[in-house]
């Protein structure tokens, strides 16, 4: 999948709709006759397409979204559960097929509109726009942490509370009584003033022929019995007896392994190899050239592995073969100045006249700063097992897009995609490198040349070479100060712009504002990472605030609230972080506190970071998370979510740095693309803040304020700032205590 914009996405959903017209033919209607045999077993009902329930009354939640480690699933079971009306212990969750006809429309449907409120008379209409547009996208995907805030609210809450309208209806129709005497209590269709009550299972086979109510009535926040609780997580069982699937874990009979070895430059491809020391080896049934690598195919991994390392291979030449990293930021630097010369960079915000302010100012505070390229490095390796006969393909793995994975494998083997079967899978990591569909194309390729059954799985050094990387970015800054120390102008120039587009704006009270970007390509290919642009545009804008505060001579945490006046929101979280992470209290030498505020994926998230330098040593002691994200489904879950976020940002701000030497990736396994280990994680602690605001996401929002908060604590602490990432490189001082 390529980038992906609003822009591109209502584009293409447009032209997938066929027409600009909303209007009743675009419908969903009543889909379940088409939808039951892809995932409605013996004796259970397809009420709607995100809910079945079974003879014995267990409720089946439908859920379009892969689990990572995330717990989605969870929460996004709880939601429909909850406005359904039904027993928590009745609950599971089914993952919905790769299949065109479950193209997740809800998740279209909230990243489309980003909250806004749309008359329930169009809902319907919407709803089928999007089922049109997310179906030529062949989207249902997992990340931009949209599971909860677009599939949870604009389709697990309205699926199941149309299932409990239409199980009433049934209800009402089979006892002869007027609807409005039934109500749905713990999944039982019961009379109000009465004594009749039945399970769920009795209505369903009559509610699944009804058609849904594309705007039921939700319940009120008052009303949730499910939601906003902490419940046990549903995949969790299966983790700790070990029954649990990831992709890694699949065999078919007769399977053989492989491993691969891709061109070490980013656009070389295979020029000749010798593979007549890895044929004579023990279990080696081919190598084989595919695409740019060379892949051996043998009866077992470490076999594979081993005769890989004995292949001679000659990669074509490149233009790129002399790409540097330093390079790279020269011509980023040469880039932007062009730009700003010429007046050709782009604009995404542009508010008062910051020229102006700056050309007339006595003083202009000028910073620069910048990050570099990051890989995913999953914990479970990249891995994809396939089979290719003379019907078709089928594919073992986890991927973040089943459907997406499920039309790439199709096209790169010339197939109709029905011939395609995707077997989906957990997976164990993703953040966002799984939303990629070229290990299981590999896979496949491999199964067709070799005619068996072939399960690949990537060496860690071709997953940290052969990644789709956070981009490397520069970032330049100008700013003037009013007499009172405020800024009167900001000015913000950076590379490489891609999503979301809110990304490097700020929410401080600023009258003159100019947030431009100038394009700078490399040859290194791009992926989305967690968090995506929030995760270096929070370092960038949360670092320079703070150095402003100092200037200034204020606090920066006060300065920080003097700028938030007209946000309330985002001051109370600011000052629960603030008060929760004790910042009045004085500190001893050697030790700091920094803070951050930042608001992603319609979540808002301050940071509150300790630390202490000894000898120069940095220890990381302590992580205060305030979260709003409107309303916490699981608190457990996004309590968990911040803490991963938390640990993720960590790992990139202390250690995290891929290079480019020689066209190529220079890091190649944990040796030298370290991450934070048990031992050295801080204690972290999180305060969830219910604000009932428009619900926002979780499985990011944490990520993009960890480093800034803790280089502003570096700050405080030794008064080294720290501009560039990772922090690893950096002398802190010697001992100060």
């Known amino acids: ?96 097929p790769a299949e065109d006809a479950y193209a997740n429309w809800a998740l279209a449907k909230g990243f489309a509109l980003g909250g806004m409120e749309v008359p329930a008379v169009l809902e319907a209409s919407i709803n089928g726009l999007m089922f049109q547009t997310t179906k030529a996208m062949k989207m249902q995907i997992t990340g ?73 009535t939700l319940k009120n926040p008052q009303e949730f019995r499910i939601m906003g609780h902490s419940k046990p997580r549903l995949d969790i069982p299966a983790k700790v007896d070990g029954t649990a699937q990831f992709g890694i874990d699949a065999t078919v009979e007769g399977m053989f392994y492989a491993a691969a070895q891709a061109a070490p430059v980013f656009g070389a491809s295979v020029a000749s190899f010798d593979a007549s020391r890895a044929k004579k080896m023990p279990g080696v049934l081919d190598v084989v050239k595919i695409d740019d690598a060379v892949a051996v195919v043998a009866d077992s991994y470490w076999h594979a592995r081993q005769a890989m390392d004995q292949v001679e291979i000659t990669w074509t030449k490149t233009d790129n073969d002399s790409r540097s990293s330093a390079g790279f930021f020269q011509q980023f630097t040469a880039d932007m100045q062009r730009d700003r010369d010429a007046g050709t960079s782009t604009a995404d915000l542009e508010e008062g006249n910051v020229s102006n302010v700056i050309a007339n100012a006595e003083k202009v505070i000028s910073r620069s700063y910048q990050v570099p390229w990051l890989a995913h490095t999953c914990m479970e390796p990249m891995n994809a097992l396939a089979r290719v006969g003379v019907n078709g393909c089928e594919v073992w793995t986890g991927t973040q897009n089943p459907l997406g994975t499920r039309h790439a494998i199709a096209a790169a083997l010339n197939l109709d995609v029905e011939q395609v079967t995707l077997h989906q899978h957990q997976m164990g990591g993703g953040f966002g490198r799984r939303s990629m569909p070229d290990t299981a194309i590999q896979a496949a390729k491999l199964a067709r040349l070799v005619g068996k059954p072939v399960k690949l799985i990537w060496s860690r050094e071709e997953d940290v070479k052969h990644d789709f990387y956070r981009p490397a970015v520069r970032s330049e800054f100008r700013a003037v100060l009013n007499d009172a120390g405020k800024p009167l102008a900001w000015e913000n120039q950076f590379v490489d712009k891609h999503e979301p587009v809110e990304a490097p704006h700020i929410p401080y009270d600023v009258p003159n504002q100019y947030v431009h970007h100038t394009d700078s390509p490399t040859h290194v290919p791009f992926g989305a990472w967690r968090s995506v642009d929030h995760s270096q545009h929070g370092f960038f804008t949360e670092s320079f605030i703070d150095e402003l505060a100092y200037e200034a001579g204020v606090d920066p945490y006060q300065y920080r609230r003097e700028l938030l006046a007209h946000r309330p929101r985002h001051l109370a979280v600011l000052d629960k972080a603030a008060e929760e992470g004790d910042w009045d209290t004085p500190m001893s030498e050697g030790r700091g506190r920094g803070i951050s505020l930042q608001e992603s994926f319609g979540t808002l998230v301050a940071q509150v970071v300790e630390v202490t330098i000894i000898e120069g040593d940095l220890s990381v002691d302590r992580v205060v998370v305030a979260v709003d994200p409107g309303f916490a489904v699981s608190p457990d ?65 944490s990520t993009p304020g960890i480093a800034p908060a803790l280089t502003n604590a570096i700050y405080a602490a030794r008064g080294v700032r720290i501009r560039e990432l990772p922090i690893g490189k950096f002398e802190l001082g010697p001992s100060s205590v």
Request: hydrophobic share 45%; aromatic share 6%.
């Open 1 to 96: 999948m390529g980038k992906w914009t609003r822009r591109a996405f209502i584009t293409t959903g447009l032209l997938g709709g066929g027409a600009l017209v909303v209007g009743v033919g675009l419908r969903l209607g009543n889909r379940n006759a088409q939808l039951a045999p892809l995932v409605a077993g013996d004796g259970e009902q397809l009420v709607n397409a995100w809910l079945k329930i079974g003879a014995d009354n267990q409720v089946v939640a439908i859920i379009p979204h892969s689990e990572m480690g995330q717990g989605a699933q969870t929460a996004l079971a709880q939601m429909l559960a909850d406005e359904l009306d039904a027993r928590w212990e009745d609950v599971s969750f089914l993952e919905a």
């Open 144 to 216: 931009g942490s949209l599971s909860v805030r677009s599939t949870g609210v604009y389709g697990m809450r309205v699926a199941g509370a149309a299932a409990r309208e239409l199980l009433i209806q049934a209800a009402a129709d089979t006892w002869q009584v007027d609807p409005a005497s039934l109500t749905a209590r713990d999944g039982r269709i019961v009379e109000i003033a009465g004594e009749r009550s039945a399970p769920f299972a009795e209505f369903a086979p009559a509610a699944g022929r009804l058609s849904s109510n594309a705007s039921p």
């Open 637 to 701: 879950g996004l309590t968990a979510q911040m803490e991963s976020g938390v640990v993720y940002g960590l790992t990139a701000a202390l250690y995290g740095e891929i290079s480019i030497e020689n066209g190529a990736v220079a890091q190649s396994n944990f040796h030298d693309y370290s991450a934070l280990r048990m031992d050295s994680a801080p204690v972290i602690e999180t305060h969830i803040i219910n604000s009932m605001e428009h619900w926002g996401g979780a499985g990011e929002p």
